[in-house]
């Protein structure tokens, strides 16, 4: 803690020093419990930023009281500090740390310069004189407080004396009530040290000439915008303000350390948090550094919420909708944790002067940062662009459009984007310079190149606006379609139009861009569409039909020339969909119906072949059957099983009744017997069966049939 009331009382920075000095020499092996015994009621008690040692190569106490008058002037705030550190540390004290009559000689000083009636001296020897102990309390109470400041300090010297609280606890009210000098924000840490000590002295207390300190003692452990903000009225008349409230309200909250103390992580602290980043952060109006100071303090605890409010799990989302960010504090105060807040919190608009000191407070690169993130989200006229790139210019004396020459950055793009559309930077005119380096063959072509070409080729490919489709034709014309590794036409057209091998075999390619004009599509798909012919013949078919089946073609291609394109391109294409679905798009009336009669046709030849296939199939398999068994003793079992499954053919039923019954006829003609088995006469009987059954033959063909079979 910072104790700026008390600079004028004593040096806070060499008392650190030296108790720090004492503590590090003590060999107490309890000196780190005593020390935090001490801390309790020392306001001071504190290490230092920077030690004894190294502030002034002075190694041990004695040294320091004989020669810190070399390098400090010796004020009463010296001898205070020095003081007050040798008696506050006495438990840690050796002999040892001190030569000769340093000590003595020092305290004969210092008693000499403060005085006795010096409150520092009075606490010094009240700490020191064992044997005058009570002379010097006495002495204590009998001070003729007037200040916060002097009432505080005593009560650090005696925390538990009723008759010094006694004594000045009204003066002590009266100091933080509507009269009060105590700034909140300077001396917010003197309130927190106060409430800590008198809290406990307070509790139970009925009357009312103490309510100031019990308001403020409240504020430890009550969010003061609950209950209508009854606790925040009451503070109103003792002169605070809202926003001291607030401000008091958390750091009492958060740093007095009292039983009943309210959840650090808890929803009643962050809505606390809350309160003061919603007092101090919107607005033109500023506060002193300690209120943001605060701000960033609770913006590092509480970013993250561990209780939602609202739904919302980061604080800087439950601030107001209508926040702004007005002044160069709340804009500093915010800075450091821009990554979770909305990007129009950190936009500098150069055209107020207001912003100036960014330039300063901020890196160059965090401040390059800021301009890039406003210059691409702000919407500005082409004469505020123009102001805000002069103003640019003579805060950091370099130009901003020379950052597109050095780097390459994801919101670089959009502000080139925009600096072109309004006229500031003129694309055509970086080509030419490109195309004038290319053709002198720069040997530092992609050196210099390098992150310029990527805005050039970013503001060509999807032909976004009127300036693309000029810069990609001359650049055409002058250094051809494929250009040079790192800025080719082709590619960039290959990207916008999506006319990779993938992209064009599902139908993904598209040509067609709102900015161009019915002749200026024609014109590109002419350039592209001798690119296709001549090096990708492969699929050049396929790339035409991909284009004839989007809509947006007939945007820029006639519907006689798409007519006549695709009767060209029918015979070529291998994908029966793409064939139908092309021919269904752009055959007229007359077409169609000739198409759909030659598919009829196509259809019943088809269906022809097909059944004449299987019958030939199906007398093939009969005489591969009767080859196989034909003079055997299984060759009417195997006509039969030929039989028995040709009855379940669907549609080639009478074909088997066909050639089984012709065979048999054939075979069984004339007034021979057939000799055969019995085994083959009973599948005989059985055949004959089923085909008297599915009407194959008649019955005195059939009885004929038995009468010429004979079981030999």
Not at 302 to 326: A, H, P, Q, W
Not at 345 to 353: Q, R
Not at 377 to 406: I, M
Not at 428 to 451: H, I, S, T
Request: one cysteine or more; glycine letters at 4%; proline letters at 3%.
């Amino acid at each position: 803690m910072e104790w700026k009331i008390y600079e004028e009382w004593l040096d806070i920075t060499l008392y650190r020093q030296m108790t720090n000095l004492i503590y590090k020499l003590s060999s107490n092996e309890e000196k780190y419990k005593i020390y935090m015994q001490l801390k309790e009621n020392d306001m001071f008690l504190e290490k230092p930023k920077v030690d004894m040692e190294t502030a002034y190569g002075l190694h041990y106490p004695g040294e320091v009281l004989e020669r810190i008058g070399e390098h400090l002037t010796l004020t009463k705030q010296t001898y205070r500090a020095l003081g007050l550190a040798l008696a506050r540390m006495m438990p840690l004290q050796e002999t040892c740390m001190f030569n000769g009559a340093q000590k003595d000689l020092f305290w004969k000083k210092m008693k000499q310069i403060l005085g006795e009636k010096d409150l520092f001296l009075i606490s010094i020897n009240y700490i020191c004189e064992e044997k005058e102990k009570n002379r010097w309390k006495q002495a204590m109470h009998a001070y003729p407080f007037e200040r916060a400041e002097e009432m505080l300090f005593a009560m650090s010297i005696l925390p538990d004396d009723e008759i010094l609280w006694e004594g000045i606890k009204q003066k002590l009210a009266d100091s933080f009530s509507k009269n009060r000098k105590i700034s909140v924000f300077t001396e917010w840490n003197l309130f927190v040290w106060m409430v800590g000590k008198v809290m406990t002295k307070l509790k139970g207390y009925r009357k009312k000439d103490l309510d100031i300190l019990k308001l403020l003692a409240k504020l430890a452990v009550t969010n003061a915008k609950n209950a209508d903000a009854v606790l925040e009225k009451r503070m109103r008349m003792f002169g605070y303000s809202d926003k001291e409230t607030a401000f008091l309200n958390f750091v009492l909250m958060y740093f007095v350390e009292r039983p009943d103390r309210i959840s650090l992580s808890g929803l009643t602290a962050e809505k606390m948090g809350l309160n003061v980043l919603e007092a101090f952060l919107p607005g033109k109006e500023t506060y002193p550094e300690e209120a943001y100071v605060l701000c960033s303090r609770i913006l590092r605890t509480y970013g993250k919420l561990s209780v939602r409010i609202d739904g919302k799990e980061r604080l800087e989302k439950c601030m107001n909708e209508t926040f702004r960010v007005e002044n160069v504090k709340t804009f500093l105060t915010l800075f450091p944790f821009r990554s979770n807040e909305p990007e129009e919190w950190h936009y500098i608009d150069l055209t107020e002067e207001k912003w100036d000191p960014l330039v300063k407070e901020l890196s160059s690169e965090e401040f390059e940062a800021c301009v890039t993130d406003t210059l691409k989200g702000k919407t500005c006229s082409t004469k505020s662009l123009l102001k805000y790139l002069e103003r640019y210019e003579n805060l950091t004396g370099s130009r901003y459009q020379d950052v597109f020459w050095k780097k390459s950055e994801p919101e670089l793009y959009a502000v080139f984007n925009r600096l072109i559309l309004h006229g500031i930077l003129d694309g055509k005119k970086y080509l030419e310079e490109f195309v004038k380096d290319y053709k002198n063959e720069e040997p530092d072509l992609e050196k210099k190149w390098e992150f310029m070409a990527g805005y050039l080729k970013s503001e060509i490919k999807g032909l976004c606006n009127e300036h693309s489709y000029p810069m990609l034709k001359f650049l055409i014309n002058e250094i051809g379609m494929d250009g040079c590794e790192f800025l080719s036409p082709w590619r960039i057209l290959k990207e916008t139009f999506s006319l990779g091998y993938y992209a064009i075999q599902h139908r993904e390619c598209e040509f067609f861009s709102p900015v161009l004009g019915k002749e200026e599509h024609r014109e590109l798909f002419s350039m592209v569409e001798k690119k296709f012919f001549y090096e990708y013949p492969d699929i050049y078919p396929e790339y035409l039909t991909a284009l004839l089946l989007k809509e947006s073609t007939a945007l820029w291609m006639e519907q006689s020339e798409a007519y006549e394109l695709s009767k060209l391109l029918l015979p070529f294409i291998s994908d029966s969909y793409r064939r139908e679905t092309l021919y269904q798009k752009y055959m007229t009336e007359e077409d169609r119906k000739r198409y759909q009669e030659r598919k009829e046709w196509l259809k019943e030849q088809k269906k022809r072949i097909d059944h004449w296939k299987t019958e030939k199939n199906i007398k093939q398999q009969f005489n591969q059957i009767l080859w196989e068994n034909r003079k055997t003793d299984k060759e009417i079992q195997s006509i039969y099983e030929f039989y028995k499954n040709g009855r379940y053919s669907y549609g080639h039923k009478k074909l088997y009744c066909k050639i089984v019954s012709s065979y048999l006829k054939d075979n069984f003609a004339g007034t021979a017997k057939k000799p055969m088995a019995k085994k083959e006469a009973l599948y005989l009987l059985k055949l004959a069966e089923n085909m008297y059954q599915d009407e194959c033959m008649e019955l005195p063909e059939i009885t004929e049939l038995i009468e010429r079979a004979e079981v030999a």
